[in-house]
């Protein structure tokens, strides 16, 4: 592993190699599917409506268990966007 690495020059080196656009067809082609479009569904229908859904109909005991997920969303969508941005894909205001 390390002489592949010491080999390659540096990390970005590696980053530029064959080996990625094959990860990138992977991710995509994962992202694209089925299970990743109902995760991403789901956890923005949480985003959106949990909060409704937790003053309708659950009991007050689940207060705290639903704003710690609204909180994980929130965080979780927050590491997205600062990586977006880091990468160059969103420009800054």
């Known amino acids: 592993m390390c002489i592949a690495f010491c080999a390659a020059g540096s990390i970005f080196d590696l980053l530029n190699s064959d080996d990625r656009a094959s990860w990138k067809a992977k991710a995509s082609y ?5 299970y990743a479009t109902v995760a991403i569904t789901t956890v923005v229908f949480f985003a959106l409506f949990l909060d409704d859904f937790r003053v309708a109909v659950l009991p007050t ?6 704003q710690y997920i609204s909180g994980l969303i929130l965080v979780g969508f927050s590491l997205c966007l600062n990586c977006l941005r880091h990468s160059g894909q969103v420009h800054q205001i």
């Open 30 to 34: 994962w992202l694209e599917g089925i």
């Open 61 to 66: 005991s689940l207060d705290v268990s639903c």
